[in-house]
């Protein structure tokens, strides 16, 4: 019985436009789960090392796990692994809304794509076939024209709906935009018009493969071994846990102001990266805030699909050169790139720069990041308005912003350089502007200086996928003192051993493919308990951690053959160099150096950062 999954997968081949149906192995799964650690284990064994992410024998894996579907709180999720154009790393990225849900409806559990299509495609998951689809009317559409039609096309009743009602069909659909199609590296798959497979450039991968969109549809219902004692499990963790956690319960914090409620906390806690990462303190920090957007331009709290939580917020801006403009957003993160990093402070120009990126398919991160890196180059006169196309790209310019990140989004202008991140727009540029981008792996830090929260920066530094706050969210004990205080300026032996715990937790949350978000309630113990009746394996809390630490040292086995090694396992040379210049982390930078041969040590690594041959052994990957 293929409890907890559908006990089907897709071999795709697009060059031969073949799709072979297979079964899924029982004993496979077991050992990797899914989402995250299927894909991982399909490309480890099946790429060859060396591959360009652009070449058609690169795999993209979209996958779920066996949580999604069984109306678990926040399973509303699906993720897709490939070896990213943007880090040459092995990389997984995520998504909520309800594709993952499309997907088992469908009657699969993953797919496996390789190969290049002739001409611009589309892939239709339709209750249990799969079909070839003509993407040439689609080829250069936006992301929300695209999903529009497709969804015209399947479901005439769609034609003249409002996008709150469009983001209810029960079709699912992943697609890319201009970004994707041009095979640039900060291109995003995009699901229900806002979430977003956003980092790694998974969108540029599609786009390599002429892909231009995957479409689930179907009715059938995913099995669980024991339905009575699952349906308590689920319940038992939401009296228990979710509701019970001021984060996740219901009317708490991030129902109440969404992700965005970190936005006074982290400044406050002087790490909230202003100006390219030059400073840990935002003077515009409140009129940006979670706070703020509630009471300004907040209508109602959404989620993805099945979700308790409810952390999304639909916005909608009232007044100026934008008024009228309703999106899903903007996220913590979204806000503060094009925020606090560029230096500017009005809320409707961050929230119309992150609406862009959903509109045309960009990581919302990495183009913000990537604008600042921008105005930093422009400030130190690294380029100039012959660059930038006469545009005055200062910190603070709202207007120079809305205009570089629109073409960023159509790939013209300036846009055609920054839309690779700031490691290519630094090689073509010189003159030493590398120092200036604040990425690990070519991934760009997230909205949190690891100066002041430097097991933080240690998560960063050593994450397979590039510089993540979700690998292991170490904000939580450093700043926010949960599950316990941890000193955030001098880390030892119990940061390293929190770190890896939150690691190997988050490989196995991926894999099952449930919102991290249920890590602020729930720990290994609380997760084996939905496992178990699930699947009918005999899942404990050490089960939990051993399978999660399997999957993240594969991940890394992956890097060390394409030839990563300790010196990748670094950060921007700001944090390490460059004390914090003010604020309550002012005089910090992260010691790396120190932190990693401890590191290292605990996880079982030799020197280079590579997993030993006992490590190997012992995770059943030698």
């Known amino acids: 019985m293929a409890n907890g999954y559908m006990g089907k997968w897709v071999d795709i081949d697009l060059n031969k436009k073949s799709a072979e149906i297979k079964d899924v192995d029982m004993s496979f799964t077991k050992t990797w789960v899914g989402g995250r650690g299927v894909g991982v284990k399909i490309l480890y064994d099946r790429l060859k090392p060396g591959t ?44 909520g809304g309800d594709f993952g849900h ?114 689930a549809r179907g009715k059938q219902k995913v099995s669980l071994y024991d339905e009575e004692a699952y349906r308590a499990a ?148 690294i380029i100039t308005t012959e660059d930038t196309g006469g545009i005055e790209l200062k910190f603070g310019n709202a207007e120079a912003m809305i205009k570089v990140a629109e073409q960023i989004g159509k790939v013209e202008g300036i846009g055609k350089i920054l839309a690779d991140g700031e490691i290519v727009a630094a090689q073509k540029w010189g003159k030493g502007a590398e120092k200036y981008a604040m990425v690990t792996k070519g991934q760009s830090m997230p909205a949190y200086d690891p100066r002041g929260s430097k097991g933080h920066g240690l998560a960063y530094a050593t994450s397979n996928r590039g510089a993540c706050h979700i690998r292991a969210y170490m904000i939580n004990p450093e700043i926010l003192g949960a599950p316990e205080q941890l000193p955030r300026f001098d880390p030892g032996q119990k940061t390293i051993d929190m770190l890896i715990a939150f690691q190997n937790f988050t490989a196995l949350l991926d894999s099952s493919l449930i919102c991290l978000f249920v890590s602020f309630a729930m720990g290994n113990q609380e997760f084996a308990n939905l496992l178990k009746p699930a699947t009918g394996w005999d899942w404990t809390a050490d089960m939990v951690d051993e399978v999660g630490a399997r999957i993240w040292n594969l991940e890394r086995m992956f890097n060390a053959r394409e030839g990563f090694g300790r010196k990748d396992d670094t950060l921007a040379t700001r944090m390490l160099e460059d004390p914090m210049p003010e604020g309550p ?14 590191y290292y040590e605990t996880r079982g690594y030799d020197n280079e950062g590579k997993p030993t041959e006992e490590t190997q052994k012992r995770y059943g990957i030698a």
């Open 52 to 95: 360009d992410p652009f070449s058609p024998d690169n795999i993209i894996v979209i996958a779920t796990g066996p949580i999604t579907g069984t109306g678990a709180p926040s399973s509303g999720r699906f993720c897709s692994v490939t070896k990213s154009p943007l880090t040459n790393t092995v990389h997984d990225s995520h998504c």
């Open 234 to 381: 689920v319940k038992k963790n939401e009296d228990e846990a979710m509701k019970v956690s001021d984060v996740t319960k219901p009317g708490g914090g991030l129902n109440t102001l969404g992700t965005a409620l970190l936005v006074n906390i982290i400044n406050g806690a002087g790490i909230y990266p202003t100006h390219n990462f030059q400073t840990g303190v935002f003077e515009g920090a409140e009129v940006t805030s979670g706070e703020y957007l509630k009471e300004n331009r907040l209508i109602k709290p959404v989620g993805c699909k099945g979700c308790r939580i409810m952390c999304g917020r639909w916005s909608k801006i009232e007044k100026g050169p934008f008024a009228g403009t309703e999106m899903e957003g903007p996220e913590y993160e979204n806000m503060w790139a094009w925020g606090a990093d560029c230096g500017v402070d009005d809320i409707d120009y961050c929230m119309t720069a992150h609406h862009l990126c959903n509109l045309y398919g960009l990581d919302a991160i990495q183009a913000g990041t990537t604008t600042a890196f921008a105005m930093e180059c422009f400030e130190k006169g």
């Open 102 to 215: 499309a997907i088992k409806a469908a009657g699969f559990d993953w797919l496996v794509i390789t190969g290049k299509a002739d001409k611009p495609t589309w892939i239709f998951l339709d209750d249990g076939k799969v079909e070839f689809k003509d993407a040439s009317a689609l080829w250069g559409k936006d992301v929300f024209e695209t999903e529009k039609m497709i969804l015209e096309e399947l479901d005439p009743s769609s034609a003249g709906k409002d996008m709150e009602q469009l983001v209810r069909n029960s079709i699912g659909v992943a697609s890319i935009g201009p970004p994707g199609e041009n095979m640039k590296r900060l291109a995003a798959i995009m699901n229900r018009f806002y979430r977003a497979v956003g980092r790694g450039g998974h969108g540029a991968v599609m786009g390599s493969k002429n892909l231009k969109a995957i479409v």
């Open 585 to 598: 982390s002012k005089g910090n930078t992260v010691p790396i150096d120190k932190m990693l041969p401890m």
